[in-house]
């Protein structure tokens, strides 16, 4: 009895200065996270929250805001059909990530291969990265345009077609214009990142692989798509906020025309909010719009195994 007692006491003692210096290190880890936490509590959290409120309200800078519930999005559901049509178009636009990253990943594995001049190829497919969104609006918008466009010029002379074609006028040929140029921009980017994954590989798989008869296509779905998971990851994330946020492209290059053929859900707010002082209805389309990042993000999540981004203990 006496000796369980000294044990508990020493225990005591010795648990003391450990929970005095756990106790230390969170009141730093929570000193040096204060600011940082509060910013984003200010600049994100905040926001967020009161454009919830404003998306319920009948609100407009000129009049006093009124409560008025859910009118805002059942206006939106049911009759507002350009809303559909920038819904339909950022989720084509969503989707074109996809194939945006298959393309970077073929690319990657050519130069990932002991070709000549692989520097060179990753350089020049990489260079389209940095350039500045409006920058590379304008080189398209040239490259597209009806009398001086490269394309049409270089249709016109191989004989494929006789009058030129308004691509960026069209209804038909506006929207896949404008979503590959936003998959010439983004793929080096993709393509940087699965290298990376490539070549963050052991090349004992393949080799043990190899002399296990596995051919070239199973080794490509055994082992390099699923080591490439946390890149592939990566690539999409980037893929759906680059999709989401593609509003100076869109603007610069078609400004949503013609009609409303190339309008994105971030160019419909922007309309709502600056050109027609819908405050209220711009925010309703930004709730949607990030109630439909947060479900296609935790899709995402769960297709790469529902673990991303967690942080492994040793």
Request: glycine letters at 6%; hydrophobic letters at 55%.
């Amino acid at each position: 009895m006496i000796a369980d007692t000294t044990k508990a006491v020493r225990a005591g003692q010795s648990g003391g200065p450990a929970l005095r210096r756990r106790t230390r290190q969170a009141a730093l880890i929570a000193c040096l996270l204060a600011p940082s936490l509060l910013i984003f509590l200010c600049y994100r959290i905040l926001p967020l929250l009161w454009n919830l409120v404003i998306s319920l309200q009948e609100w407009s800078p000129y009049r006093p805001p009124q409560w008025i519930g859910f009118d805002n999005y059942q206006e939106l559901l049911f009759d507002d059909p350009i809303f559909w049509q920038a819904f339909v178009n950022t989720l084509w636009f969503m989707a074109s990530s996809l194939v945006a990253i298959a393309i970077a990943l073929g690319l990657a594995l050519l130069v990932d291969t002991d070709i000549r001049g692989r520097e060179i190829y990753r350089t020049i497919i990489f260079l389209s990265y940095p350039l500045m969104t409006v920058a590379v609006a304008i080189i398209w918008r040239w490259m597209y345009d009806e009398r001086v466009g490269l394309f049409n010029y270089v249709l016109r002379g191989l004989g494929i077609i006789d009058q030129p074609i308004p691509f960026l006028q069209s209804f038909a040929w506006s929207l896949p214009c404008a979503i590959l140029a936003n998959i010439w921009q983004i793929l080096g980017f993709y393509m940087i990142i699965t290298l990376t994954g490539l070549q963050s590989i052991p090349q004992n798989l393949y080799e043990a692989a190899a002399i296990d008869g596995a051919a070239a296509r199973h080794r490509f779905w055994r082992i390099t798509l699923p080591m490439l998971r946390p890149s592939l990851f990566l690539c999409i994330a980037v893929g759906l906020l680059n999709s989401i946020s593609s509003f100076d492209l869109v603007y610069v290059l078609t400004n949503g025309g013609p009609g409303h053929a190339t309008e994105l859900l971030i160019t419909y707010i922007y309309k709502l909010g600056f050109v027609e002082t819908k405050f209220d209805m711009a925010a309703s389309v930004t709730v949607v719009l990030f109630v439909l990042l947060i479900a296609i993000a935790w899709f995402a999540n769960r297709l790469s195994g529902g673990n991303a981004g967690a942080v492994v203990a040793d």
